[in-house]
């Protein structure tokens, strides 16, 4: 038996105790352990079995998993497991991340998301799901969106996703919450000099 199906095996057992007991440290522990590069190149080239997959999806949308507040590390499987999915199971873990972003409860969950957006999947798509959340979000998920315009902003992306970014952050500095409404603000402040202090140098403005 190869050390990444071990792995697996471990994980379907050991993850739904783990929720089960609201055991933190656990849970965590095994999140983590997951990517560890403790197998051989051949496992490594392997793709994330199918049933594995299931698994993990089913447990992300789970009601017990979306409301803990801790169970936010179940994300870095798929991150540091990015490789080892297929097209189609990127596809179902996207929309997973849309039909359930609304309904986690955890600041934690929906960062871990973020950076499996932008990193991962992209500016595009990490733009798409922000943009349906900055008006109607939690203030979980609009910080998250606050964070991950900004994320994207300083990756340099093309005109368009730098713009619809700049468009999510300036609906921000109208929000409720204040501490979101002024970092939002000194952002897109921080923008403006910056554009400013080019335009004096006589380089061409930031993208978008």
Known sequence: MSAIFREEMNLMEGLPEALA???????????????????????????????????????????????????????????????????????????????????????????EVQDLLVEKFGPVEACRVFEGFVHHGSPNQRQTVKSGCELIIGSGPDPDIYRRCRNCLTILTHDPDEDLREGAIYFLESLARNEVDRAARGLPPPRG
């Open 21 to 111: 007991r609201r055991d933190e440290k656990r849970f965590s522990e095994l999140c983590y352990g997951a990517v560890v590069p403790c197998y051989d190149e051949e496992d490594a080239s392997m793709k994330l079995a199918e049933s594995f997959f299931d698994f993990l999806i089913t447990m992300a949308r789970s009601t017990e998993f979306l409301e803990w507040p801790e169970a936010g590390s179940l994300y870095v499987i798929f991150y540091y497991d990015w490789e080892r999915l297929t097209v189609e199971q990127r596809q179902r873990l996207l929309a997973t991340i849309r039909e359930t972003f609304p309904k986690m409860l955890s600041i934690y969950s929906t960062f």
